[in-house]
């Protein structure tokens, strides 16, 4: 069979594991079963797209095939070329260890039959979108992506919260298919021809170009979690069971940047200067804000999705980068901003992975996703506090770890802004960087904290007190992505030369090879620019430490000495004594705060004599939803209320509307053609 064979055939086995889980989900077995099944599916689809991805280096035609199924005129088109095979690898790795995990958090899941039928029917539909060769298929792949990760959504709705969150999230996947919808229909135009191929080869005037631009920044950028359509993002994906969580955050939000570097960087022909500023503006806010938000949340899933939006920006402005430089016919620095941003999505779904997993295991052993409610965690849960440092310090961008690697490449995209031609794209390329640049410093702030208050310190209540590590299903699915995250770290070269095919196809150019480079190296640009070392980084640091804790355990005592914690004088065992994460914000909240939040805080002090306590309150306000969507929400209900009215015409006024309405139809139609 051909690649795109094997992938339509898996796909064809993850539905049917949706059904037999469907059949048998409240069975003791099935949720063996289930994930055994779609942990196999996915290694069939990663080792095949990983074989198309390295076959297309070596100059490997695309994999194509059509089925008579879909529009009567067009049928069914799907395509495995490098860019569909890259982010299948990434679906594929996502989803066989979403399932390694769930072979042990699944006996937590209290209602096992609402999440096994639509776990690889998710899947399936991720798989199904990437495939895609036609806008109909990408569509309806699409609408079942989104259908089946709104279930899984869904499964714990007895919590008024979680029945929010999958409303507000099926509202705006909506919105997004009908965006996505006129983006196609403009693409096909008055033919009608929705093909990829056809659409491809076509023309597009400017004014095309740049509505379909706008459409898909609404609809895929709703799906990613771009500002300000991210509203539902950290409402849905702390809502879904934990690897589900894991692969919305790490894997779903990629296929959203899939369909669009597909259409923008594929279908839509020359981009022009100010569609790089575009993206390149919303990228750099959805950083900040995403980063911002993260650091003043308790939840510890909420943080991390929250982190989500701060990393699909760091994307989006190396996809505006890109646009940047192709329009101006910079095709090296273009590929290296591409490049930057491919390798940052394979990354940040290691890493997001990886902390989904690890909050998964913590609410496992705690029942707690509220850092306030946990600490001491790494005295009862030794590898999971482990693999989630890991994790922390990948997605803050410290080297060794893969984060680095990603961000470095695209500051030295930054830096070759200075040859644009445009002045404006020469003011805003820098600003962005330095927005850039505080977020990953913020970033390093969350994570502190979010590390820090959740594993150290003391049990902050008897639950965390009590906690066990987790069963060894989800500690190696941990274990393999924490791998992951260092072997990226320190052999960058090697990523970067997978990611050559797809930047030689979609924008002309590719990264020098680095696989020849000594001792690893890469030198993305020339040696006379820059360059980076991750293997000696790492071996630095482990030499460093390993000497520090030698000299250490060596010169000082080796009596061991147990002490209570300095307490400034005032002997208190209480844990509440402790660093909090609320404290911890409590800086950043003064700084940003009045501005982004319009955060409040009110102090009741007990006047002297007074028992009681002294209490602070603090109150935020997302002033995104309070503008934009409350408003929204109150037209829609108003308009909803005014057209209840139209059920309780007659037939007469019902006959004149329709006549109306096909009218209306028909003027647009003349005025279309």
Not at 328 to 345: Q, R, Y
Request: charged share 10%; hydrophobic share 55%.
């Amino acid at each position: 069979m051909t690649p795109v064979q094997v992938i339509l055939v898996s796909v064809g086995a993850y539905v049917g594991t949706a059904v037999l889980g469907a059949a048998t989900g409240r069975k003791a077995w099935a949720t063996s079963l289930v994930y055994t099944l779609a942990l196999c599916v996915s290694a069939v689809i990663l080792a095949t797209a990983v074989l198309q991805l390295l076959g297309a280096a070596n100059g490997a035609p695309a994999s194509e095939m059509s089925l008579p199924l879909g529009l009567p005129w067009l049928g069914s088109h799907l395509r495995l070329d490098a860019l569909s095979a890259f982010f299948l690898s990434v679906v594929g790795l996502g989803g066989l260890l979403a399932s390694l995990y769930g072979l042990g958090y699944g006996y937590h899941e209290q209602a096992p039959q609402r999440v096994l039928p639509f776990f690889p029917a998710f899947l399936a539909g991720m798989n199904l979108v990437i495939l895609a060769a036609d806008a109909f298929t990408f569509l309806i792949s699409w609408e079942f992506m989104s259908l089946a990760s709104w279930a899984l959504v869904m499964a714990h709705h007895h919590e008024a919260a979680n029945r929010r969150a999958g409303y507000i999230y099926i509202v705006m996947a909506s919105f997004g298919t009908l965006t996505l919808l006129l983006a196609f229909g403009l693409l096909a135009g008055a033919d009608g021809n929705y093909a990829f191929a056809a659409i491809r080869s076509a023309e597009h005037t400017p004014l095309i170009a740049g509505s379909v631009l706008v459409l898909l920044l609404l609809g895929a950028g709703s799906k990613a979690g771009l500002v300000p359509l991210h509203v539902w993002l950290p409402l849905a994906h702390p809502a879904a069971p934990s690897h589900v969580s894991a692969l919305m955050s790490g894997v779903m939000t990629k296929v959203a940047i899939y369909g669009f570097v597909r259409v923008v960087f594929d279908l839509l022909g020359q981009p022009t200067p100010w569609q790089g500023i575009l993206v390149l503006v919303i990228g750099g806010a959805t950083a900040s804000l995403g980063i911002l938000h993260a650091l003043m949340e308790r939840d510890l899933k909420r943080l991390l999705a929250y982190s989500t939006i701060e990393n699909i920006g760091i994307i989006f402005v190396s996809l505006g980068l890109t646009l940047a430089f192709a329009a101006n016919g910079m095709s090296g620095p273009a590929a290296l901003a591409f490049t930057a941003a491919l390798f940052h999505v394979l990354n940040h779904s290691f890493f997001k992975s990886l902390l989904f997993f690890g909050a998964g295991a913590v609410l496992s052993a705690t029942g707690e996703r509220d850092m306030e409610k946990l600490g001491g965690l790494i005295h009862r849960m030794p590898v999971t506090s482990f693999a989630f440092l890991v994790g922390s310090v990948a997605i803050s961008a410290l080297p060794p770890f893969n984060g680095f690697a990603s961000e470095w490449l695209a500051f030295q995209a930054i830096l070759q802004s200075p040859d644009l031609p445009q002045w404006g794209l020469k003011i805003i390329v820098p600003a962005i960087g330095g927005l850039l640049a505080l977020s990953a410093a913020l970033a390093a702030t969350c994570f502190v904290k979010a590390f820090g208050v959740t594993f150290l310190g003391r049990p902050r209540t008897a639950i965390a007190s009590v906690a066990a590590e987790v069963d060894r299903f989800s500690l190696a699915a941990m274990l393999v992505l924490a791998a992951l995250c260092l072997l990226a770290g320190i052999l960058p070269g090697l990523v970067m030369d997978s990611l050559a095919p797809v930047a030689l196809a979609l924008v002309g150019d590719r990264l020098p090879e680095q696989a020849g480079i000594g001792w690893l190296s890469i030198v993305p640009i020339t040696e006379t620019h820059s360059s980076y070392n991750g293997l000696l980084v790492f071996l630095f640091i482990a030499f460093s430490a390993s000497v520090s804790a030698f000299l250490v355990h060596r010169l000082g005592s080796r009596a061991l000495r147990r002490a209570p914690a300095w307490d400034c004088g005032f002997p208190e065992p209480s844990p509440m004594t402790q660093y909090s994460a609320a404290g911890f914000a409590q800086p950043i909240r003064r700084v940003f705060g009045t501005l982004v939040f319009r955060a409040r805080e009110r102090v009741d002090m007990p006047a002297p004599g007074e028992l009681r306590p002294a209490r602070l309150t603090v109150t935020m306000r997302d002033l995104i939803w309070d503008w934009l969507y409350a408003p929204l929400t109150g037209v829609v209900g108003y308009a909803a209320e005014k057209l209840n009215h139209l059920q309780f015409l007659t037939i007469r006024r019902y006959l004149s509307l329709v006549f109306v309405a096909l009218i209306l139809l028909l003027l647009v139609v003349a005025l279309w053609t």
